[in-house]
């Protein structure tokens, strides 16, 4: 069984700053990318940023200059530090973890944090 558990979530003012964390933990033999989605009322669910095993990254244009995404120094955490926040970057995130464990080769997913960006 393998979870994902984000953090870090809340409400902050427009231009402030948030970091989200993800964790997963579980019979984790093999992680192969770990990633940020988000998803606003009303919307579909976005790619935010990815993170790869080879240490590649990437992040979505709306996002790139403001976001960053980083590995933890513990295995299989994951960031992703959120700058100049904008009133449209409010949705719920999530992470997932592209992982081989014991039952086999998986995405899982986290519940989520919820973001809101108002003043």
């Known amino acids: 069984q393998v979870q994902v558990v984000e953090s870090g979530g809340g409400l902050v003012q427009p231009g402030g700053s948030l970091r989200l964390s993800c964790a997963a933990s579980g019979s984790i033999l093999e992680t192969y990318a770990m990633a940020w989605y988000r998803q606003a009322p009303g919307k579909e669910r976005e790619l935010v940023a990815t993170?790869?095993?080879?240490?590649?990254?990437d992040l979505a244009d709306s996002v790139k200059g403001r976001f960053a995404i980083s590995r933890g120094s513990v295995t299989n955490t994951l960031y992703l530090q959120m700058n100049s926040l904008r009133p449209e970057d409010t949705a719920v995130y999530y992470c997932?973890?592209?992982?081989?464990?014991?039952?086999?080769?998986?995405?899982?997913w986290g519940q989520g944090t919820q973001v809101t960006v108002s003043s």
């Open positions: 997932n973890a592209f992982v081989r464990s014991s039952a086999g080769t998986k995405t899982y």
């Open positions: 993170s790869a095993s080879d240490g590649n990254t």
